[in-house]
């Protein structure tokens, strides 16, 4: 199969089939092509270009909400209801072109024109005392403009610092704060398992993560163990939580009582994937099971351990 993504067979895989599937509204096209832009690591839904053929993975020049910059293809989208249009699309882009290797050229220019503009741009926060962190530098490929990614504790009055950069580098200067994910997101890097940081190098969708995650799934506790190098909790804690949560509500959880004829034993421990249950007797007595030997009443709300 070809991997040219206008092919309607490619399209297909990424169809999410609806019965009844509602008309097309007009200001959203049926065919999409989602790229991720190589500098900030966002992805943007654009248009299927009609003029042009693109593949997985080819260099293209696409708008993206800071303007025209490199981006590469990820896979083409074929919408075929209205839910499945809200759900994930906001706003629609455009690709101008394949990328020339003029265009690759000229980006790896601008790369080294960025690592200069970060230096200059680190000492002018010095001079103006600004209490903000330099994260990146980036020449927009199509546009005469500079972006500076900065994070800070809290609203920075930068506007002589813009006024100081203006005068230096005389072309458009905007800065845009971003948080602590958002920075890895951009920089990159590695995690605790030793693969890249899903925010970089998986999705851009940075979805609430919280302490409650870990506890559903019986891990550490520790800030340490379940933090990344943002200081954030780590993004990976969402991607099971939801079969965990499913799963409790097939077993005892701790605390319940369980009963082995008349004597009542307590849960002590769970393990969601093995399904082995740790009970203590009013003796202290412990008995290690699993959900084969338990039965549900639902009458009574009750469970009972039956032996084998």
């Known amino acids: 199969m070809s991997d040219d993504i206008i092919d309607d067979e490619i399209f297909k895989?990424?169809?999410?089939?609806?019965?009844?599937?509602?008309?097309?509204?007009?200001?959203?096209?049926?065919?999409?092509?989602?790229?991720?832009?190589?500098?900030?690591n966002e992805t943007e839904f654009c248009e299927y270009p009609e003029?042009?053929?693109?593949?997985?993975?080819?260099?293209?020049?696409?708008?993206?909400?800071?303007?025209?910059d490199l981006a590469t293809i990820l896979g083409g989208y074929l919408l075929k209801s209205e839910k499945e249009k809200i759900k994930g699309i906001r706003s629609v882009q455009s690709i101008t072109r394949k990328a020339t290797p003029a265009d690759m050229e000229k980006y790896k220019q601008?790369?080294?024109?960025?690592?200069?503009?970060?230096?200059?741009?680190?000492?002018?926060?010095?001079?103006h005392k600004l209490d903000m962190k330099l994260i990146s530098a980036h020449y927009l490929l199509e546009e005469p403009k500079v972006l500076f990614f900065f994070?800070?504790?809290?609203?920075?009055?930068?506007?002589?610092?813009?006024?100081?950069?203006?005068?230096?580098?005389?072309?458009?200067?905007?800065?845009?704060?971003?948080?602590?994910?958002?920075?890895?997101?951009?920089?990159?890097?590695?995690?605790?398992?030793?693969?890249?940081?899903c925010c970089h190098g998986l999705t851009d969708k940075l979805t609430p993560v919280s302490i409650k995650m870990a506890k559903d799934q019986n891990l550490s506790l520790n800030s340490m163990k379940i933090s990344g190098p943002c200081?954030?909790?780590?993004?990976?804690?969402?991607?099971?939580?939801?079969?965990?949560?499913?799963?409790?509500?097939?077993?005892?959880v701790e605390g319940t009582s369980v009963y082995l004829g008349q004597v009542a034993y307590r849960v002590i421990e769970v393990n969601i994937l093995t399904k082995a249950i740790k009970i203590e007797g009013p003796d202290s007595n412990i008995i290690i099971t699993n959900l084969k030997q338990l039965d549900y009443n639902p009458a009574t709300n009750s469970w009972k351990l039956i032996r084998a």
Do not use: W
């Open 51 to 68: 003029d042009f053929k693109v593949a997985h993975k080819d260099y293209v020049v696409a708008t993206g909400k800071y303007g025209k």
């Open 231 to 252: 200081g954030r909790l780590l993004c990976c804690l969402s991607y099971e939580c939801e079969f965990y949560q499913d799963e409790r509500k097939k077993i005892p």
């Open 110 to 127: 601008n790369c080294e024109k960025a690592e200069e503009a970060f230096h200059i741009c680190k000492e002018k926060i010095h001079n």
């Open 13 to 40: 895989e990424d169809i999410i089939e609806e019965a009844g599937a509602a008309v097309l509204p007009l200001d959203l096209p049926e065919k999409l092509i989602k790229v991720k832009f190589v500098h900030s």
């Open 151 to 197: 994070s800070a504790d809290t609203r920075v009055d930068f506007r002589e610092l813009v006024k100081d950069l203006v005068s230096v580098f005389r072309i458009r200067i905007e800065l845009r704060q971003i948080g602590v994910r958002d920075e890895s997101r951009v920089i990159g890097g590695m995690g605790v398992c030793g693969r890249d940081f």
